[in-house]
């Protein structure tokens, strides 16, 4: 089993920026896939970023050029900078951990509120 905890959520203004982190625990050795969903009232959960082990990238197309997803794996932890934020991307993010069986891992979630 793999923990994982996540922080970095907050009220922040559009055009502003938060940084996101997980750190998973536990049984890792095996994670291949890390990084975020978001689900935002009515709307379906969609994957907003992940990394493989090897730092291979994936982007939903509504966040490109915004967020940058990094791992430091020294300390099992990996960070989404999200920059010029949009009230569009307020949603509750969570953290997620798999392996290539997609063996998944979730994080409690953290509240993202993009707003004037």
């Known amino acids: 089993q793999a923990q994982l905890v996540e922080s970095g959520g907050g009220l922040v203004q559009p055009g502003g920026s938060l940084r996101l982190s997980c750190a998973a625990s536990?049984?890792?050795?095996?994670?291949?896939?890390m990084g975020w969903y978001r689900q935002a009232p009515g709307k379906q959960r969609e994957l907003v970023a992940r990394i493989t082990s090897d730092s291979r990238t994936t982007y939903t197309d509504s966040v490109k050029g915004r967020f940058t997803i990094s791992r430091d794996n020294t300390v099992n932890t990996v960070y989404l900078q999200m920059n010029s934020l949009k009230p569009e991307d307020t949603a509750v993010y969570y953290c997620?951990?798999?392996?290539?069986?997609?063996?998944?891992?979730w994080g409690q979630g953290t509240q993202v509120t993009v707003s004037s």
């Open positions: 536990g049984r890792t050795s095996n994670i291949y896939f």
């Open positions: 997620y951990a798999a392996n290539r069986d997609l063996l998944t891992y």
